[in-house]
């Protein structure tokens, strides 16, 4: 086993990045810190990863380098209650489906952008 980890770092790629910092950080209330120059970097609660099948790996280049791309959903308890919430700070959302692995929406961040928003059906991780 590999020691040392003491956590992750996501990156997610928008065309108005700075305008999605501040939606995340004043909509759901992510604490953030300023890296330098207004560069915030979120905390998120705590998270888990699942590693899906695939045809071809999903990739991204980043510093030079080919790394796995990956879709982030944020995870809820009562997927009524955060879309009305959603409803309430009017963003805008898909209507919510169900899975074999819970009930999800999609939600549009102010540069069009989509992040998905679940319940879960299967045991958590953490």
Known sequence: ????????HWLMY???A???RIFLRDVFGLRAVDAGEGWLILALPPSELGVHPSESNFV???GDQKLFGAV???MCDDIK???KSLKEHRIKHTPVAKAGWGRFTVLQLPSGGGIGLYQPA???AV
């Open 1 to 8: 086993m590999v020691k040392g980890i003491t956590g992750a």
């Open 60 to 62: 991204l280049g980043h």
């Open 14 to 16: 928008s065309k108005d």
């Open 122 to 124: 299967h045991p958590r």
């Open 18 to 20: 700075e305008a999605d």
């Open 81 to 83: 209650a955060a879309v």
């Open 72 to 74: 982030l959903y944020l």
